[in-house]
Nanobody, 127 residues
Framework: QVQLVESGGGLVQAGDSLRLSCAAS????????VGWFRQAPGKEREFLAA????????YYADSVKGRFTISRDNAKKTVDLQMNALKPDDTAVYSC????????????????????WGQGTQVAVSS
């Protein structure tokens, strides 16, 4: 079992930055990748970024490339999502997922590839 807890959400103004954190615990040695997704009211879950758990590349959705940066801290077992130049359209519940199965060449944007999820953290961006 893997437990994930997100933190760092809140209410900000357009143009501000936020840093979200996803803390993993439990059988973290089995994690292959961690991804960040978001879901706005009435919309489908949207992939944002993913990172290999130990070493390896990062993956980004085109919609956030250049504005969002994903990073990991292996010692703390956390994966952060730095979000800059936030817009009202970024308002959503942000969740992290951990995959025990994804290989390097797998589709990291596919939410079904993630086995564990956190409870989510709300981000609201006012104009």
């Amino acid at each position: 079992q893997v437990q994930l807890v997100e933190s760092g959400g809140g209410l900000v103004q357009a143009g501000d930055s936020l840093r979200l954190s996803c803390a993993a615990s439990g059988r973290t040695a089995n994690i292959r990748a961690v991804g960040w997704f978001r879901q706005a009211p009435g919309k489908e879950r949207e992939f944002l970024a993913a990172i290999r758990w130990n070493v390896g590349p990062t993956y980004y959705a085109d919609s956030v490339k250049g504005r969002f940066t994903i990073s990991r801290d292996n010692a703390k077992k956390t994966v952060d999502l730095q979000m800059n130049a936030l817009k009202p359209d970024d308002t959503a519940v942000y969740s992290c997922g951990a995959s025990l199965r994804l290989i390097y060449t797998g589709d990291h944007s596919y939410s079904g590839a993630y086995d564990y999820w956190g409870q989510g953290t709300q981000v609201a961006v006012s104009s």
